[in-house]
């Protein structure tokens, strides 16, 4: 096997049109610089510049696609083989013209490798660009010192810091590429190069350039760093990119390329860069799905979907059906009266317009969504997704209708947030083809697809679930049935224990802004006013734990066996709703304002609460609203862990990268619980719940506390550990 990649993994050498040597980069499937095509790149460049009848070089790289970057697996071990950055220095120096053949993409180290050539000839399709940060990083081979020489200040530290790729026709305007083809990149690149032979080169070399600056240069920087820090959420690497891309302006080039070094080097061994290439990972591992049936990924396969229904077109309806209609599936939308069907109707046609005219989609979509108040035109269609009310016994009988109307062998999918797929499957006659699809709102751009099997789920509409997650271009991960599955359950307890800090002394802002400043886009409480506080309160009295339908027993603040925060009740019902009242743990200039403000009303409010109850109000310091906020919902992680409800901490991670805007830079919540120390996040929950015996919640789960007995092994041996450890039960 070893053999076979060697073999596979080369610089190939041919001659073309008699004067020009033409390198071909080898390594599938994106022909990443590895060591192994280091070495043969460096003994082949030397070989055509030694060769007298050779006059010009080609780079290219072979399967149509230049070169993917760096070999990333190779930032955990040593770096051996030569350096990318002399590699890059040989062709830049070469004395005979070198030009870059860009197909496919030239990303990372390909951008690098071409930057170092003397010109750069594209395909119209082919993309470029610095993905680096986004794993924490920045391109070290001299790509933060070439760019800025070679384009402007201002694009090139967009380009570096925000990891943006771009089209080969915007390369072309920025100046990155020199020309560009509809036809065969490396004939033209050829083409070219013969034309240029004997040409001077000096001018063409980036490292012997200056930065091109903007007038006020020193003011321009300073405000890029202001602008970096407020949107990169507390990530280093952006900063670093800056503070690479400044030495381009102020340093010679190679002391530029020192600064390169350094900060990579610093950016490497810190933990971001680990949680970001560990999430890099784990989103290509969700794909790999498993069932506890021994179904997986791989034996199992999905059904051809031509057709799809929507039911209920409300919040998570209407973007639904246009997440289908850009994957290319025509959609029958279902209301359950005229009214909400043509609200519905009108605000589905205006999406699809602006998706139309963002180039997402064909002006076809008008034929593809049809809009009816009859289930019965629900019998063509291969898959139905349910979007009505948070309501057990409407989805019920919304899913014995279908399972009369549908086709036999239609996929039934509900939306639901918390709700048992299988309380809803058992009124089907085919409980097999019934499935999760958690949305997140909006859910034409959140990227994040919950697939939930019940215990009769099949492994065939899990399948075909996850193929459509890939069709609408989202992240799906598969998880098994219980009350919040994964994201939500966790989640209860992080807005759990916000409520429960105002109740001891907090404020939304001092809560909120410790979570900005872990890197959350938003805090709880700005959150809970966005989407509006009665979701939540729907699903409360959904589960019996307030209004008409509350199961008795319990006091005011205490419920279902646990300390209980009637807050969220009480702000809903004086209609303080968030956002679209205009108040809700916040102020707003009006209904519908986005500004939140101080909400005067709410701290009165809470200190009358307080006194009323008899709550001793005490200090809350930023590391316990964090501990508070975080621990907990990690805890639930771990219970998730043991009961098999997810597969592995990695999908966990992933659901709240993608669902929950988890700074990704801190790689998810079980990462970070693995970057903090098992045993810190074990002692953390055993304060806590000695000082509040009545949050259960807080008590440490069993699998972390068998982790740290065990020494806290790393979190990609967990998966092991948990098998073991279940199969000695
Ligand atoms: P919504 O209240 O905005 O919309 C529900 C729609 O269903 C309404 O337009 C209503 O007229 C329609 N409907 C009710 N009964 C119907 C029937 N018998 N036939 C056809 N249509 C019917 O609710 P939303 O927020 O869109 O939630 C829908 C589902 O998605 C719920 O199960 C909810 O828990 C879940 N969900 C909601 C999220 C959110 O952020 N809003 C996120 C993820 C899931």
């Known amino acids: ?60 790289g072979a399967d149509g696609k230049f070169c993917g970057g760096a070999d990333i697996k190779e930032f955990a071990g040593k770096f051996s083989g030569p350096s990318l950055v002399a590699l890059i220095d040989d062709v830049e120096q070469s004395k005979k013209p070198v030009v870059a053949a ?39 081979a001299g790509g933060s010192q070439r760019l800025p020489r070679l384009i402007t200040l201002t694009s090139a530290l967009e380009l570096i810091t925000t990891g943006r790729r771009i089209s080969a026709p915007e390369a072309l305007k920025l100046g990155i590429v020199d020309k560009v083809t509809d036809k065969n990149a490396l004939d033209m690149a050829i083409d070219f190069a013969r034309d240029i032979i004997g040409k001077p080169l000096e001018s063409r070399r980036l490292s012997l350039r200056t930065t091109p600056c903007p007038p006020d240069v020193e003011s321009f920087l300073d405000e890029a760093l202001a602008s970096i820090r407020k949107h990169s959420r507390g990530a280093i690497a952006p900063l670093a990119c800056l503070q690479a891309v400044r030495a381009s302006v102020y340093s010679t080039f190679d002391e530029g390329l020192k600064k390169e070094q350094e900060l990579f080097k610093m950016l490497l061994t810190s933990g971001q860069a680990r949680a970001l290439q560990y999430s890099f990972f784990a ?67 205006s999406m699809l317009e602006k998706e139309f005219k963002k180039k997402q989609l064909t002006k076809a979509y008008r034929e593809m969504a049809a809009f009816t108040l009859d289930l019965a035109k629900l019998q063509e269609v291969d898959l139905v997704v349910e979007a009505v009310f948070e309501n057990m016994s409407l989805k019920k009988q919304i899913f014995q209708q279908l399972s009369s109307l549908c086709s036999a062998d239609a996929i039934l999918c509900t939306n639901t947030s918390t709700l048992d797929i299988d309380e809803i499957a058992s009124v089907t006659t085919t409980p097999h083809l019934v499935v999760g699809m958690h949305f997140f709102a909006p859910a034409h751009v959140m990227k994040l697809l919950e697939v939930i099997y019940g215990p009769r789920t099949s492994p ?64 709880i409480f700005k959150v809970s006013d966005l989407s509006g506080l009665d979701i939540e309160w729907k699903i409360r009295q959904e589960q019996g734990l307030t209004g008409p339908k509350q199961i008795p027993g319990g006091s005011f603040r205490h419920r279902a066996g646990g300390r209980y925060s009637p807050l969220l009740d009480i702000l809903c019902e004086r ?53 508070r906020c975080l621990y907990p919902l990690i805890n639930m992680g771990f219970h998730i862990l043991e009961e ?86």
């Open 575 to 627: 209609g303080y709703l968030g956002q679209k009242t205009g108040q809700g743990w916040y102020l707003y200039e009006k209904p519908g304002g986005r500004v939140p403000t101080f909400n005067l009303w709410l701290h009165k409010f809470l200190e009358e609460y307080r006194e009323l109850h008899g709550i001793q109000k005490h200090y809350v310091g930023q590391d316990e609203i964090l501990e």
């Open 644 to 729: 098999r409800i997810a597969a592995s901490p990695e999908d966990i991670d992933i659901i709240y990268v993608f669902g929950y805007s988890w700074p990704r830079h801190w790689g998810g919540p079980m990462f970070y619980a693995s970057m903090v120390g098992l045993p810190r996040v074990l002692d953390k929950l055993n304060y806590y719940h000695e000082i509040h015996p009545d949050i259960p919640t807080l008590e440490p789960s069993s699998l972390l506390k068998k982790l740290v007995a065990n020494g806290s092994p790393p979190i990609g041996t967990w998966g092991a550990f948990i098998k073991e450890h279940n199969s000695k039960l």
């Open 283 to 349: 989103q290509r591992a969700t794909k790999k799905w498993s069932m506890p049936s021994g179904a997986t990924w791989k034996n199992t396969s999905a059904r051809p979907l031509r057709k799809a229904a929507v039911i209920g077109l409300g919040t998570m309806g209407r973007g639904i059906t246009v997440a289908l209609i850009k994957a290319g599936i025509p959609v029958i939308a279902v209301e359950m009266g005229l009214k909400q069907l043509e609200a519905g109707k009108t605000v589905i046609m």
């Open 460 to 523: 065939t509409a899990v399948a075909t679930a996850m193929q459509l997650a890939q069709q609408m271009e989202k992240v799906g991960v598969v998880v098994g049935n219980c009350n919040g599955f994964v994201g939500n359950r966790m989640f209860k307890l992080y807005a759990e224990q916000a409520y429960f800090l105002l109740e001891e002394g907090a404020i939304p802002e001092q809560v909120d802004q410790v979570l900005e400043d872990f890197g959350f886009p938003m805090g």
């Open 1 to 60: 096997m070893t053999q076979t990649l060697a073999a596979a993994t080369m610089a190939a050498y041919r001659r073309a049109a008699g004067c020009i040597a033409v390198i071909t980069l080898t390594n599938p499937p994106v022909n990443t610089l590895s060591y192994l095509l280091r070495e043969s790149f460096y003994e082949t460049f030397r070989r055509a510049n030694a060769d007298a009848e050779v006059k010009a070089i080609v780079i290219c």
């Open 102 to 140: 860009i197909e496919g993409m030239a990303l990372g180290g390909g951008l690098e490798l071409a930057l170092g050539c003397h010109y750069r000839i594209a395909h119209t399709k082919a993309q470029v660009g610095f993905p680096e940060v986004t794993l924490g990083l920045l391109p070290a």
